[in-house]
């Protein structure tokens, strides 16, 4: 099976968009959601809509959970706390409904699927660093995780001596009994110093893993958000990829 994995939407039609344009080539057969389709961006329903009907797994991201009220927005910096407090003021819902069928996490041919950690999947942690994924190899036990949450690609491999590293992006084939962690970096919202979209192409049968990069309208999310009067920090920061 090839399958599509995206990530952090952020309510960026523009990015998300392109992406699906791409995974179009791609011949794959199944595309799986990681959490955070809301959110900073200025089209939140018309992106949950997307995801809805494009994904088969979907997971909630921690704006997700906050938008639905499951949580409060008090630990947000200032902007993402505007932006989601924007959010469930436009939120339709019909959007509601959908958002609030998104899984916490799930496994799926053998691989996990979480947004933030699978240490703790509730309390968005952050793993960006080989310390950090060392400790949440022991939180799963199939062979391969694929997360998002930092916006930032990453590939971590446990060797069988049990040493963790961090490896090349430049497309990953799994070698025998090593496991991964696998970031498959942000779709709408990139953090890595590339401006372009990100997400993850697997190959289940191979273990072949490629990090596709889209370039978008980014000048078109901009101005959305401009019309939407969302702060200026999260308009400015997309064409950096910062």
Same mark, same amino acid.
């Given at each position: 099976?090839?399958?599509?994995?995206?990530?952090?939407?952020?309510?960026?039609?523009?990015?998300?968009? *392109?992406?699906?344009?791409?995974?179009?080539?791609?011949? $794959?057969e199944k595309v799986h959601f990681l959490g955070d389709v809301v959110g900073y961006g200025a089209d939140p329903d018309r992106c949950i809509a997307?995801?809805?009907?494009?994904?088969?797994?979907?997971?909630?991201?921690?704006?997700?959970?906050? &938008?639905?009220?499951?949580?409060?927005?008090?630990?947000?910096?200032?902007? &993402? =706390?505007?932006?989601?407090?924007?959010?469930?003021?436009?939120?339709?819902?019909?959007?509601?409904?959908?958002?609030?069928?998104?899984?916490?996490? &799930? %496994?799926?041919?053998?691989?996990?699927?979480?947004? *933030?950690?699978?240490?703790?999947?509730?309390?968005?942690?952050?793993?960006?660093?080989?310390?950090? *994924?060392?400790?949440?190899?022991?939180?799963? %036990?199939?062979?391969? @995780?694929?997360?998002?949450?930092?916006?930032?690609?990453?590939?971590?491999?446990?060797?069988?001596? &049990?040493?963790?590293?961090?490896?090349?992006?430049?497309? $990953?084939?799994?070698?025998?009994? @090593?496991?991964?962690?696998?970031?498959?970096?942000?779709?709408?919202?990139? =953090?890595?110093?590339?401006?372009? +979209? @990100?997400?993850?192409? +697997? !190959?289940?049968?191979?273990?072949?893993? +490629?990090?596709?990069? $889209?370039?978008?309208?980014?000048?078109? +999310?901009? !101005?959305?958000?401009?019309?939407?009067?969302?702060?200026?920090?999260?308009?400015? =920061?997309? *064409?950096?990829?910062?």
């Open positions: 099976m090839r399958m599509a994995i995206i990530s952090d939407v952020h309510a960026n039609l523009e990015a998300l968009t *392109a992406v699906i344009r791409d995974i179009e080539k791609q011949n $794959v997307l995801i809805n009907d494009l994904c088969d797994i979907k997971l909630l991201g921690n704006h997700d959970y906050v &938008a639905l009220g499951l949580e409060s927005p008090t630990h947000f910096n200032s902007a &993402a =706390r505007e932006s989601i407090i924007w959010t469930q003021e436009k939120l339709q819902p019909e959007r509601i409904k959908e958002l609030a069928d998104f899984e916490m996490e &799930a %496994t799926c041919a053998g691989y996990r699927m979480v947004h *933030a950690t699978p240490e703790h999947p509730s309390e968005w942690n952050y793993l960006l660093s080989v310390p950090e *994924a060392k400790r949440n190899f022991d939180f799963f %036990t199939e062979d391969f @995780c694929f997360v998002g949450h930092s916006h930032i690609p990453a590939v971590f491999c446990r060797r069988p001596d &049990a040493e963790v590293e961090l490896c090349d992006l430049e497309g $990953v084939t799994a070698e025998p009994d @090593c496991r991964y962690i696998i970031n498959v970096g942000s779709v709408g919202q990139p =953090r890595d110093g590339n401006p372009q +979209a @990100c997400y993850l192409v +697997a !190959d289940t049968v191979r273990n072949n893993f +490629a990090h596709k990069r $889209v370039p978008y309208d980014v000048e078109t +999310a901009q !101005d959305k958000m401009k019309k939407a009067q969302l702060p200026n920090y999260l308009i400015t =920061r997309l *064409a950096s990829g910062r």
